[in-house]
Antibody, heavy 119, light 106 residues
Framework: QVQLVESGGGVVQPGRSLRLTCAAS????????MHWVRQAPGKGLEWVTLIWYDGSRKYYADSVKGRFTISRDNSKNTQYLQMDSLRAEDTAVYYC????????????WGQGTMVTVSS | SYELIQPPSVSVSPGQTASITCSGD??????TCWYQQKPGQSPVLVIYRDSERPSGIPERFSGSNSGNTATLTISGTQAMDEADYYCQAWDSNTGVFGTGTKVTVL
C-alpha cells in the first residue's frame, strides 16, 4: 500500500524550532523527489519545499527560505522538515507529497500534521 | 513570483456543468494539474498534464490549457463533487498552486 505518514506537529512558541517527519512505504522512495505543502487554517495550498530524489538539490518558497531545511534519508524511506525561527504565519497543516515525474503532479499525499505557532 | 488566479467560488445545479478557470502568464506553455480537496481531507489529483485523468477519477472531470488559461470542467456535476479545487503548475523547480475555488452544488 502506497503511503506517506507525517508526524512531529504540535504547538510551539514563536522563534522556536520543530522537526517534521514523513515516512514513506509502498513505493521506491529513493526514486522520487519529495515535497512539503502547507495549508493555513481556512486558506489555500502553499508549496513549501522540494528535495531531489538523491538529496542533491533543494528548493524553497521565499516565505521559508533561510528558516526551513528539508532533508531525507533514503535508507529509512523518510524525509524531514526542520523548521527554525517559527512565526505565527507558519501555523498550518503540513502535508508531505510525492511528485510523479511522468504525471508532472503530486500523486501521493500524506494525511497532514498540524503545526501551531503561538505564545 | 509566478501566480495562478482562480475564481473564489462557483455554483452549479446537480447535473449541470461547472467550469473553473486558472489564469497565469503563458500558462499554456506549462503542464497544469488539478486537485480536489474535501473538508478535513488531503488533496486528491483529478487532472494531470492539462487534460489526463488518473485511474479512478470519473469521466465527468476534464481539463484543457491554452494561452494564459487552464480550465477544469465537471460535466453532469454530482453532489459528491462539492469541494475546493486547486490548479497547480511548475515555475522552474518551484511549485505554484492556484488561489482555489469552492464548488457548491445547489
Amino acid at each position: 500500500q502506497v503511503q506517506l505518514v507525517e508526524s512531529g506537529g504540535g504547538v510551539v512558541q514563536p522563534g522556536r524550532s520543530l522537526r517534521l517527519t514523513c515516512a514513506a512505504s509502498g513505493f521506491t522512495f529513493s526514486s522520487y523527489g519529495m515535497h512539503w505543502v502547507r495549508q493555513a487554517p481556512g486558506k489555500g495550498l502553499e508549496w513549501v519545499t522540494l528535495i531531489w530524489y538523491d538529496g542533491s538539490r533543494k528548493y524553497y518558497a521565499d516565505s521559508v527560505k533561510g528558516r526551513f531545511t528539508i532533508s531525507r534519508d533514503n535508507s529509512k524511506n523518510t524525509q524531514y522538515l526542520q523548521m527554525d525561527s517559527l512565526r505565527a504565519e507558519d501555523t498550518a497543516v503540513y502535508y508531505c507529497a510525492s511528485r510523479n515525474e511522468l504525471l508532472h503532479a503530486f500523486d501521493i499525499w500524506g494525511q497532514g500534521t498540524m503545526v501551531t505557532v503561538s505564545s | 513570483s509566478y501566480e495562478l488566479i482562480q475564481p473564489p467560488s462557483v455554483s452549479v445545479s446537480p447535473g449541470q456543468t461547472a467550469s473553473i478557470t486558472c489564469s497565469g502568464d503563458k500558462l499554456g506553455d506549462k503542464y497544469t494539474c488539478w486537485y480536489q480537496q474535501k473538508p478535513g481531507q488531503s488533496p486528491v489529483l483529478v487532472i494531470y498534464r492539462d487534460s489526463e485523468r488518473p485511474s479512478g477519477i470519473p469521466e465527468r472531470f476534464s481539463g484543457s490549457n491554452s494561452g494564459n488559461t487552464a480550465t477544469l470542467t465537471i460535466s453532469g456535476t454530482q453532489a459528491m463533487d462539492e469541494a475546493d479545487y486547486y490548479c497547480q503548475a511548475w515555475d522552474s523547480n518551484t511549485g505554484v498552486f492556484g488561489t482555489g475555488t469552492k464548488v457548491t452544488v445547489l
